[in-house]
Structure formats: C-alpha cells, structure tokens
C-alpha cells in the first residue's frame, strides 16, 4: 500500500527550461510535503517543503504547488541546469506520526 | 567533515551470515533513523531513535535488530541474512520531532548471495 507514488519513474529536460516532477497521495491525514534531491551514491537532501495550509511554496529556482482536493504536488525547476540531474523524491508526513513517507523517485536528466 | 556517516559503503555477504551496519552524526541531532531502499526505490523507514529510545518500529523482521549506544550512533545488527535483505540501508538524523528536514548517510549497499 504504497501511500506517496511518483508515476514516472524518468524525466529528460532540455537545459534553460522548466522541469516538473509530479507526486500523488492518498492518505488525506499527510499535513506536510517535501522534496529531497539525490546524487549516486550519496544519501537525499532536503530540497523544499510545503504545509498543507499553502498551495505554493517558492525557493529560488524551486517551487512546490500543492493541490489537496487532487492530493497531488509537483515541484518545478526553473531554469533547468545540469547540475540538477539527479533523483527527485517526494515524501510526506501527517500529524503527529513522526515520520516520513517517500515515493519511489524520479530520475530527471538535464540535457545540454 | 562528513555529518552522516556509515560503515560499511558496501557489504556482500552469505545467507545466514549476521553483519552490522553502523552510523554516525555529528550534528548534534537527537533523532536517528534507518531506511530500507527496496528494489522498486521506494525509501522505507524501519526504526526511529530519540535521545537513544525507540519511538518508531515500523514491521521489520526481528532478525534486524538497531542499537543505540548514544544520540549520536545508531548501529543496525542483521541476523541470519537472506536474500530479500539485499538493498540499500540508510542511516538519517534530525532534531525535533516531527522531523521533517532529515540528513541522509550515503547509504549501504548490502548483497547478500
């Protein structure tokens, strides 16, 4: 019972233009949603978050929109630079459980 | 200097073996946790540790057994390996709970054959 899924699994993005990774939800009780960005053989990082009481949340090139009747989110890149190849996962967290739920990634490629 | 740190990068090992996977922090941080990456990437948590107890014991097997010796380790033992145990392992810390903003070890990658 996968709770956060992230549909596709790949994404190929053409330099200077926008990336958007999309991730869906089905666990109503999820309150907080973030994104974490991962490199081969390194561990996630913290990218951006947003609370369910916002519908965006921007961070420089980074913006996260939540749309909760749909329980769906999607983080956009823009511009797009090659240094953001990596894998995208979206996680997300309902009150008091005091953990995070991941999606199973997206791998973005930036193309030159 | 590296903030999350685990031993070993990589472990192969036999079935029925029993290996340990240790981590490290070094952010002062009071909560630990260990993930499991399946095979289909998803990211599961398995245990969670708070100031050294154990808050979240997702369902794990109990061949797999974390220790905390203090805040800033959390080692996870592996009894009688099998083969559905192959994936990467990794270790995450942060302050506060809930804990939103987590720091990831690089990860381990066991194999058991």
């Known amino acids: 019972d996968q709770q956060v899924k992230q549909n596709s699994p790949s994404l190929s993005v053409q330099e200077g233009r926008i990336s958007i990774l999309n991730c869906d939800y089905t666990n109503s009780m999820f309150d907080y949603f973030l994104w974490y960005k991962k490199y081969p053989a390194e561990g996630p990082t913290f990218l951006i978050s947003i609370s369910s009481i916002k519908d965006k949340n921007e961070d420089g090139r980074f913006t996260v929109f939540l749309n909760k009747s749909a329980k769906h989110l999607s983080l956009h890149i823009v511009p797009s630079q090659p240094g953001d190849s990596a894998v995208y996962f979206c996680?997300?967290?309902?009150?008091?459980?005091?953990?995070?739920?991941f999606g199973q990634g997206t791998r973005l490629t930036i193309n030159p | 200097d590296t903030a999350v740190s685990q031993t070993p990068k990589y472990l192969v090992t036999q079935m029925g073996n029993d290996k340990s996977i240790k981590c490290e922090q070094n952010?002062?941080?009071?909560?630990m946790y260990w993930y499991k990456q399946d095979s289909k990437k998803f990211l599961k948590i398995m245990f969670s540790?708070?100031?050294?107890?154990?808050?979240i014991n997702e369902t794990v097997p109990n061949r797999f057994s974390p220790k905390s010796p203090d805040k800033a380790h959390l080692n996870l033992h592996i009894n009688s390996l099998e083969l559905g145990d192959s994936a990467v392992y990794f270790c995450a810390s942060s302050q506060g709970a809930p804990a939103y903003e987590q720091y990831f070890g690089p990860g381990t990658r066991l194999t058991v054959t």
């Open positions: 540790y708070n100031n050294k107890e154990l808050i």
């Open positions: 996680a997300a967290s309902a009150q008091g459980a005091q953990k995070l739920v």
């Open positions: 952010l002062g941080h009071d909560t």
